[in-house]
């Protein structure tokens, strides 16, 4: 069943595309003048091209006139008698050119070599490219009989009849005149018929060529805004806080028929008090041209898979559909004689459908007819953009499972036939992998329900390396290496790590916005490889790049991604009150993400992944590039929210991971070093304490043993080497550290003193400190400080050792 939260995605979605649209005004306009224009320009074409209707075109005239270069007529006699005949015509048309021949069979061999040049007497004479040649079989004046043949290349071409006719009638005349010694002024024609062309119906042409550019430029439109939120992450965004893909899809859809509705209903309009359409009913035309736009958005679903660079996509798009055009101009004026059949094939690029359509409608209304409902031309073409459009979506919802794996180890295109199959050894022992940890979720069920809110097992994300051309597997990064973690529920968890360590791949992976080369997670218990849409519905993410709508305003977002999570409408306008007003951007609330600062875009960011109280919120490096003041204010905004939710948080604030996190882990090269809560990892790491001790000036001015620095500044020698004899006979092992401090000291004559300790026991250094409350006024101390190493120190150190 389809649920509830399914309607109020498609809501959401839409209302943020016609606002996008709203806000891209011109863009909009021209979407709907670029249709008007079309048809306008179609309704002069069609009102000044009238007037040559029908088109007639009138037959060819032969007579002797028509011979304007020598017609080369070559023939065999068996009659002398043909010879009076040949001279007698010979003298009154001079350009008949008659040579003998041997034999029939020369003849032929003429007619098979013949390029329309004839040699005669050793000169070459060129002649029109005709062959018709005479045997004259028997030919006696006296019993009036005239006996011959006419040899003519090709009977049925109206060329060649029309002079062998025009040859015939002559060579009759000569005889007649022969015969009788009369002289006939005769004239005699040959004339074809005229006849209609049934070819070049210029309504046809305009209607196939031009009509199917109707909806070009909506087209582009829609596809330029697929690949706009595919290109940004928008899309991938939406889809980790739950956005189901059919959702999106049909979102886009519902936009797309009703901005095509419009246009169809105007062109309609247009096109019928303009009489470019008369007698066709307006339902069917309506039909066909909102069945025709719907195979055009499969078409943009289909490209936008493929295109990664909005531009390109709208000029992609503009090409395809030409080329459909161009296809379907070449079936109607050629194949469609020929091999009818092929349209089967043809039919699969939804233009030529549509064209087969627009080629009855232009025949039948410029005879006064309407295209009937049951008529082929009408079922055929509608069936086919329907299935066209059917063939487009799955195609490309096919792709987006295969292309989404782009990143890296990508899925193989056929791995549907995979799953099914368990013969490789890779494959099965994948598969072991997750039926072990299936199991394990199973054991464990309660426990891990109970207590783990994420259960990581050996995952591992390995990427093509793009600089190696030959695919080798050596070469690939390894950006997360068998990761192994258990981040417990209810808590703030903080993975740490260098630049490039795989955080945020690690954060991908339990999104679902990168696959996994290997291993699994479950999430709140469900499988991070199965269950993912599952896991979704109970997520938040402020991913480390800010994907946002430019078009759309802080309260906007907030409006959206409400939706998304399937908020009620009444409590919407709650929601984005309280969100903004805990990232501080109330003020904000109708400034579009274009105008706002960095830290703004990221504290809208952070709004947006607590939307719809998740139980899991991933935060990847959420304050970056928030002020000290805002960063504040967000670490007591999570203290508040952490309460019933688990949340992953990465950064490079040591000191945000020390207030914030309950555990704390770093990552090293992908692989896991070490994880704990920051006490543990201090006295894991055994780093110890810095002990800094500020003494008086008024030693340094009464000792003789003072030296000056190059600063200016005071060093006190005298006092030093006593305290550091006294140090070092409590701590043998301490080291003294450089120090900055003196600088900006109160005082500038004080003199400030940094030992490292290793991790010693509580009883030693109560011993030290008595013995040290003894000789304070000796060594003249004015403040003493024992700090716990930092966690950066750890951080630093963990990072040297790799
Ligand atoms: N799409 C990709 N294609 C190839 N390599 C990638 C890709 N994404 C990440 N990597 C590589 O994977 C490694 C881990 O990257 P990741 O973004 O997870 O690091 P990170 O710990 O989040 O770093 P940062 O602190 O800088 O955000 C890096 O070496 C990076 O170059
Ligand atoms: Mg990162």
Redesign the pocket.
């Known amino acids: 069943m389809v649920s509830n939260i399914f309607f109020k995605q498609i809501k959401g979605l839409i209302k943020k595309t016609i606002t996008i649209k709203k806000k891209k005004r011109v863009e909009t306009m021209i979407e709907f003048l670029y249709g008007i224009q079309y048809i306008m320009i179609l309704v002069i074409l069609h009102q000044t091209t009238k007037s040559i209707q029908p088109h007639v075109i009138y037959g060819t005239t032969f007579n002797q006139s028509s011979l304007t270069t020598p017609m080369l007529i070559p023939f065999i006699s068996f009659d002398n008698n043909s010879k009076l005949i040949i001279d007698r015509l010979t003298a009154e048309e001079p350009m008949y050119h008659f040579v003998e021949y041997e034999n029939e069979q020369d003849l032929t061999e003429l007619f098979i070599n013949s390029d329309s040049s004839l040699s005669t007497n050793g000169s070459t004479i060129t002649s029109i490219p005709i062959f018709t040649g005479v045997m004259f079989n028997e030919i006696s004046l006296e019993s009036s009989v005239f006996n011959y043949s006419l040899v003519s290349a090709d009977i049925f071409s109206d060329l060649d009849s029309g002079y062998s006719l025009q040859l015939e009638l002559d060579l009759l005349q000569s005889f007649t005149e022969l015969k009788s010694g009369l002289v006939m002024n005769q004239n005699i024609s040959v004339i074809e018929f005229p006849y209609e062309s049934s070819f070049f119906n210029i309504n046809t042409v305009l209607f196939i060529i031009y009509l199917p550019l109707f909806f070009m430029y909506s087209l582009q439109q829609l596809i330029m805004l697929i690949v706009t939120e595919k290109k940004e992450r928008i899309k991938e965004a939406m889809k980790v806080m739950g956005l189901s893909e059919g959702a999106y899809w049909l979102s886009n859809i519902i936009v797309q028929i009703t901005m095509n509705l419009i246009l169809t209903i105007l062109m309609e309009i247009i096109a019928y008090s303009t009489g470019i359409f008369t007698k066709t009913n307006p339902l069917m035309i309506f039909i066909m041209f909102l069945i025709f736009s719907l195979s055009l958005i499969g078409i943009a679903f289909l490209l936008a898979t493929f295109i990664e660079n909005p531009k390109t996509a709208g000029g992609v798009s503009s090409i395809f559909l030409l080329f459909g055009i161009s296809v379907s101009a070449f079936y109607q004026f050629y194949i469609k004689s020929r091999v009818p059949s092929l349209k089967y094939l043809i039919f699969l690029l939804s233009p030529a459908a549509f064209g087969e359509f627009l080629n009855q409608l232009s025949t039948l209304e410029s005879n006064n007819l309407p295209v009937t409902w049951s008529s082929n031309e009408f079922l055929i073409p509608l069936a086919f953009m329907v299935l066209d459009f059917i063939l487009y979506s799955l195609i490309s919802w096919y792709s987006i499972q295969f292309y989404q794996s ?3 180890s990508s899925k193989s295109f056929f791995y549907f036939l995979k799953s099914s199959s368990s013969s490789s050894s890779s494959s099965s022992n994948n598969d072991e992998e997750k039926k072990s940890i299936i199991n394990y979720q199973f054991n464990n069920n309660n426990e891990i329900i109970d207590n783990i809110g994420i259960n990581i097992k050996n995952l591992k ?1 390995e ?4 600089l190696d051309n030959n695919n080798n597997k050596n070469n690939n ?4 290496d068998n990761l192994t973690l258990e981040i417990k529920k209810d808590q703030i968890f903080a ?1 740490l ?12 992976m339990l999104t679902g916005l ?1 696959p996994p080369s290997s291993g699994d997670a479950t999430i709140l218990g469900m499988s991070m490889t199965h269950q993912m849409d599952d896991i979704r519905k109970h997520i938040g993410l402020c991913s ?1 790049e800010n994907r946002l709508y430019q078009q759309l305003t802080c309260a906007e977002h907030i409006e959206l991604f409400s939706r998304i999570k399937g908020l009620e409408e009444e409590d919407i306008p709650q929601q984005v009150l309280t969100s903004l007003e805990e990232v501080g951007l109330l003020d904000q609330r109708d400034q579009t993400s274009t105008v706002l600062s960095g830290g703004q875009k990221r504290r809208l960011c952070l709004a947006i992944a607590f939307i719809g109280n998740p139980d899991v919120v991933f935060l ?2 959420c304050s970056s590039g928030l002020d000290v003041y805002a960063r504040h204010q967000i670490w007591k905004l999570l203290e508040k929210k952490k309460v019933g939710k688990t949340i992953i948080l ?1 950064t ?1 604030f040591m000191e945000e991971a020390e207030a914030l996190a309950e555990t704390i882990a770093i ?1 090293t090269k ?1 692989k896991l070093n070490c994880q704990g809560s920051v006490l543990e990892l201090k006295s894991k790491f055994g780093l110890g304490y810095n002990l800094i001790l500020t003494f008086d000036n008024s030693i340094g001015s009464s000792s003789s043993s003072s030296t000056s620095s190059p600063s200016g500044l005071k060093k006190i020698t005298g006092i030093e080497k006593p305290f550091e004899k006294f140090l070092f006979e409590h701590f043998p092992d301490c080291l003294p550290m450089p120090t900055n401090r003196d600088l900006i000291l109160a005082n500038r004559e004080d003199l400030e003193l940094s030992y490292s300790l290793t991790q010693q026991d509580n009883a030693d250094l109560s011993k030290f400190f008595s013995s040290l409350e003894q000789l304070e006024g000796e060594f003249h101390i004015k403040r003493i400080s024992l700090q716990m190493k930092t966690l950066e120190e750890i951080f630093l150190k963990i990072s040297e050792d790799q």
């Open positions: 782009e990143y890296g994300k990427f093509k390396n793009s990064i390894i950006a997360v993975l790590g260098k630049n490039g360590a795989g955080k945020s791949t690690t954060i991908g990168i480390q990847d490096e990465t490079h990552m992908g």
